[in-house]
């Protein structure tokens, strides 16, 4: 069993910059792919990006590549979301989850084990 916790969320003006911090006790994280998933109101939840178990290979959603980036601190069991230049539409809230079994990265099914998520804000 993995337990994760989100926190960074925040309200943040647009251009802004925020950092997500994804905690994970229980078994360690090094095992795991990990991912960051996000859910506006009145939208299915979408892959925003996703880092491999050494770290060595990440995948960013379209819509944030260039302005995000994953990382992890596998020593800290932490999984890291560096947000930059912050859009409105970026406004959600942000899940980290785990995938033991390394499948597909951007489908929400694959993982098995997520936070209970952190509310990101941007005002125009």
């Known amino acids: 069993q993995v337990q994760l916790v989100e926190s960074g969320g925040r309200l943040v003006q647009a251009g802004g910059s925020l950092r997500l911090s994804c905690a994970a006790s229980?078994?360690?994280?090094?095992?795991?792919?990990m991912g960051w998933f996000r859910q506006a109101p009145g939208k299915e939840r979408e892959f925003v990006t996703a880092?491999?178990?050494?770290?060595?290979?990440?995948y960013y959603a379209d819509s944030v590549k260039g302005r995000f980036t994953i990382s992890r601190d596998n020593a800290k069991n932490t999984v890291y979301l560096q947000m930059n230049s912050l859009k409105p539409e970026d406004a959600a809230v942000y899940y980290c989850a785990a995938d033991y079994n390394g499948g597909s990265y951007d489908y929400s099914s694959e993982y098995e084990y997520w936070g209970q998520g952190t509310q990101v804000t941007v005002s125009s």
């Open positions: 229980g078994r360690t994280n090094s095992r795991y792919q």
């Open positions: 880092i491999s178990r050494s770290g060595a290979t990440t």
